[in-house]
């Protein structure tokens, strides 16, 4: 299914009639509205102004579109700020309050603004809850985006004190817990207790990661509230929310989509792949700066599939250039589809392009819709109706992905205490998970991502890049599992309250694999050690423990001979950052023992299954042949994947 | 004419006399003063002591010496400062106050300070503004210095108020014009408006620009008052200011010049290339640091020129190495005498340099000087009596320039909406406007810069590198010439308040050329693409429009075939970035089709022409014979440039 | 002798008597405890438990170790910063407090704070400063680390005008000495006076050396009567303080370090490495990334040696990797002894490792210490023991060194002054001097750090890299002095209060040699130019300064031809950066000329002679031959030197 972002509160009336139809003529079924537009039903305090809103509804429902409507909390307008002084977040890096004039612009910890919040969405809930055209709710927009997860606003500071005498009941229990008694930094109750920031030099992690713990519950707080409230008022509606990247919302991504029906991503594959591989050799970064990397995409869509606990929106799919990265290029004509095509291979229900007409102001006039601001139509166009016709070749009707075997195992905590703790400045959570999980995809696997909660029942190989805190449960699904695991440096590292393990790292997983780490180094990101594995020369870099082996296998040796992977029966443990060559070789090589069939596909397709289909994506500049798929029924395309093109077919 | 910067407060009494003696002797008919001494003519609120003053007016003017007053503005005093409470400036990018202990700290929306100021300058202006010796009047000292037109002081934001109101009329009118629909940023009253900064994300462009606008009126406000206040009091003698570079006052430099008689410029090209091309290859850099880029000087005489409506100053002169850019090194022997000559060939009727002795104390202690500190005379001493005996040879009576029909037309909106909305990291106004001139000059063309209300009925060859504000006044006045004009990417993109153009970039241009921009991409700034133009391959870089070309001809295509490029009977418009070779050759062919006749010069060699003399200077290490001046009358030097020298004839 | 730094209320009661006897058992002799227990000796204001304290040291006592207490207001407790409002310290860039959280929250200026801080000494020296087991004392904690010397409270303003009041008695003789009246910055009282930070633009440097003079008083003001409180309750006791490197205390390290019986350093190689060559080649870094460069750590030995008028001691060891450093590196096997007895044969008298045991909590919990934090031995502890046994071969009793020919003159005003006016990117006061070192030690030569208050009669060549600030009576030493004296760029260039020289710089050095500086410039740092010596070429760059020879010999030329490097009888003038290559050949030359014998060692070896022994360090990863040394007496090891190895043998 295809849907489209629309804001008719930008346009004049006597175009919305236009709009519907030419939604309609394109084939979409979704329009979500309303998440930015408080000013306009809530102008000043107390009076509303429905007219507009009730008229761009009717016009949209009697052309048998389908309304998705938003929160619109993202934005309080002007006199709302001005009425309280607590709403504005605080920067926790200068204590500077963070203005009104663009969005986000409120703290989570503010009970007057938490009140208002409910409010106003109460009364658009209770307003349009009922309405047959109103089918789904967005919750907000994009939570945490703008880094304002953290504030450090005196209401914050008191919440946290709050929060830290629930979880530690005493304040000589959070003083052993954090290890104050290091540089004296024991309080005598909870009132004395700070936020981590702005001291002299570095506060305690353990002290810092509280304060990320505090403020992901604020947001899930704020988060679930906005949900009951929806739940209670819009009967039989579904829910979702518009996630942003995982590492970009500081917050417990699976705690957050809980409550959700399912959950969306707003996808933005070329200013998304600016930003991340902004560091990076720039040859590398000609080379997808058009088309975005072959796996960063996908690499968000198994995530949220993952938080979804199956099928998943694209709330906001990039139509064309955007306004918001360094540099802003535009896709390779064939990308639009691409890129939705993409998304529904891995699983997605619904793609909706942001946005239908690119508005002629403010801060994204420069970011590409559906129509351009003088109603002509721009390449999204085109490609949706691609898209469109695309989708009338597939059946996607069955929710289900296939049993995919192997998983990524992911958490909050692996993100915050890597971040917290960096050690060394080539360690990057996101840049290490990121190439374990595009091993993989280049070895033609589907990839799920799970949580130490999850049933991992249906997978033969689990793989956990970082996982630093470790649950007693979690170690007990472990010992009755029969998959292969790996876990990679700092795994076990680290206890609940970001102490060392008594028992030294990698802690609680000794009791699955007999081993310890001796101690920790970390080394210029650009100098790089001979490994030896499998009789071959690969690289270590940038993190290495230096490993007692105890009773383990050793699978790989650092340059100096001593122990760089271990495994124990089905447990395995890299102790290092390893090159990408390593990870293709040791993940095709353990796949081939669980007979997991794998293929190394060319260097710019990338495969995925769902259901009865197999989709190849072509995100090179040429056109490429397959191979074994002669014998294959083609629904889309053919053999031969053409340039910045997909083929799929029958299984 | 020669001139020089002196500090009599600076120095003990007993060598004023030497000083003015040997300032004589030198040559030098010009001796600025005054600009910094607030403190000492007023050194307690109310209490004055001008006979120090008094005195060395007199001391100079016993010899001959013409003395030009600065108004000392610039440095208000201590007791001043602690008097008020709204005179210091406030960063905008913090919120903090910014101090006392240097200059230009003040704020243009101070009421106090602004009363203060003209205070100040009425008890100067009254007491010599009619005294023979005292010629002419700077007023303040290079306005806008060290970012000071941006402030966020409470002063400022009431007064942003205001202008506002007095701008829009209606809050209504004003939510409209800057889309503050969008994110629900819209305003009730007038009194909701804050500063465009310190946000929780970006702010709205328009909001941004109209800030831009209302703090260059507060600067020109200022400035208007103090000349007003001059002219009033020194009935015939003349007023300029001081400028800095175009981009460094943040101010709309056409609008600041008007009421000043001609428009004086600091030059400093070690320091100011120094700066503008940190950015830039070693190598580069290597080859220019010590005789600045052949062009970065006289691209601000052009300017100034341009600002002064004939004419200009220089008022400093770089005399050796200073103390304020990134690296400092020492000019080339005879660079200073060279730099003097450039800026006479380029219209100047003055060349100041400052200062007359090096300062042995406080901040600026490393800025060389005419003399050394211990009065010994310094390399600069020399050069400008070379520069003296230069003058001797040439008759720069006769104020015309020569009838330049090349202009470059420029703006200050041009250099806002593309600072406000970069877009991509590539674009800098300055830089691609600067590869425009540089290209021009290296053809050896005269150029005048212009604005949209200039007379461009001398021009044959117009070119508005970056001209995204177009008024309905500057369309007409392209109808009806018959001049070429060439306008560069973002030309005619954005409404005066900063909107998109109803029919799409390049808007009104519309009606001069049939085309419109369909897309607009940014792209990093190392990666270059083939540009085709001329059965010939150059490269487009950085910022690439999508076109429909309409019936425009296709003068230039990308890499992919689309145009690049495009002409309408005399119009043309280029869509992206492009390299320094294409503009030669392109503006070559131009001038070909036009008869202005062009001549590629070697490498280190630049020509002018001012009335009946052709310049050519040499900023090479190795002399360099010209062609074609066998014939030619030599008023200075031969046909073979000396290496960091210079030669001119009679045309 | 070695000793250990140990905490023990990190740690259970239970543990302390198996901690006390494997201290004992690995040969520790010291332990330090009690520079961070604030918050354990006094929790609440005014209650006090001593009784774990007292237990801890008799445990250690009772195994016969000798324990320093280090007094612990580098960390006062929460309900101390809480009681006053003045305690923290204030950004000098932001105006913003430091909070609490971390470490060194304190006002050097708050009289509060001096207070508080002598009564919680004065509590702890009563009570064990006749305590026999404490055999001395360590003055709080590494002062002024983290930046904390410069701070803009309140409190320290108001402290600075009544300095400057003391200093220059009226307000005229200040603004006269600093040069106030540029721009006007003249003051009418000393409550006038306002931090010289935050400012529009660049403050008086006068004004910014003032500070930092004031700052570094105020520190030592601190210091002083910290020791003086020490001196009159622990009689007999040793006093003594750890010390950071001398480029980051921001202080006079030559009169912090009065009053005290030695001085200690603080010697963590790797992680000191790895700041201070950030910016350099990474192939450079690599080499050295698990060893350290060769000269850095000796480099600081020396330079306390200095401070300390003889012996010093090691008072805090790394022992493995640290956590603080950008990358942190594992030390190669063998580096922990080779860094201790490096520190012995520049004079150590005793090392302590820091710390006995990784404590599993809060900011250090990635620092390496000799146990493991579950207790098991970590690497430090083998090697320890090495140490320990090394120990046993030599004799170190006597506590002089040789009679060190070569001398390294330095001072606090010279690291400011180059700070301050900066003039060009390339000048680092810290890596001129350190070069100037590296290549003496090149050349096998024991180096001594001298002040300008030294005796200089035992030296025969003295070198100053950068001593912009002369005493009258420096320069009559110099006169009764017949070593060779060279003197670096920027020597002699400024007046006490930051004025430059009336007979231009080197100023006071002109009565010792013949010469003027014309003028400075300074270029970017990969432009290097060649330089002519002694009929070869080398390279000057970054910082080159144009002389007037005068009567003085031209030693070495620029490329220009012009004089780069002067002599006149005794006394060298070098006036720019020259390369390492140069300064290993013109010292050679110039110790041959002395007699002084030189050996250019191996790259990664370096020799230090200590009483009777020479010893021989490898810092590369090949057993390296020795010449010359076939006939010599080794105590430790061979004339074959092996990786990360040492020899020592009788002289």
Redesign the interface.
Known sequence: MLGVCY?P??WPESIWQQDAEQMKELGLQYVRIGE?????IE??DGQFDFAWLDKSIEILAAQGLKVIFGT?TA?????LI?KYDDIL?VDVN????????????YDYSSENYLREALRISEVLVKRYGKHEAVVGWQTDNELS??D?TLSASPAALKAFQTWCEQRYKTIEALNKA???????????NFQ?I?V????????????RLAYQRFSSDQVIRFHRLTIELIREHAPGKFITHNFIPMDDTDVDNFALAKGLDFVSFDNYPLGRSDLFFSGDD?HK??KY?RTGHPDYSSYFFDQVRGLSMGDFWIMEQQP??V??A?????PENGMVRLWSLVAFAHGAECVCYFRWR?????????H?GVL???S?K??AWFEAQEVFEDLKQLDLSSPALPENRVAILTDADGRWVSRI?Q????YDFEKVEFAYYSALRQLGLNVDFVSQESDFSQYDLIIAPCLPVISDEFIFACKNSSAKWIFGPRSGSKTL????????APGKLQTLIPAKV???????K??QEVMHYAGKEYTSWGW?E?LDAGLSQITATYQNGSPAILQHQNINYIACLVSDEFLMDYFESLCSELSIPTVRTPEDIRLARRGQYTFAFNYGNKATELDNVADKEFVIGSGSVPAYGLSVWIN
């Open positions: 804001y509160e930008h930015f537009c408080w000013s306009r102008p000043e619109p934005t309080p307008p002007k006199w001005d977040p200068t204590g500077l309050t963070r203005g009104f004039g663009s969005r986000r612009h985006c703008h304002t954090w290890g104050n008694v290091f540089w004296s930094m024991e309080y005598n004395q700070e981590p920031f702005m001291a002299v030099t570095e506060t305690n992690p353990a002290h720039r970064i000609a700066q064309g250039p306004n918001w360094q540099n802003n290029p535009r690119q508005i002629p102001y403010a801060q994204e006039q420069m590409a351009r601001n003088d002509s721009a390449r703790e050690q060394g400045v080539a309250d970001f102490n060392l393990p008594e028992n030294l001796l101690s920790v180094e970390t080394t210029h650009d100098l290495r230096e």
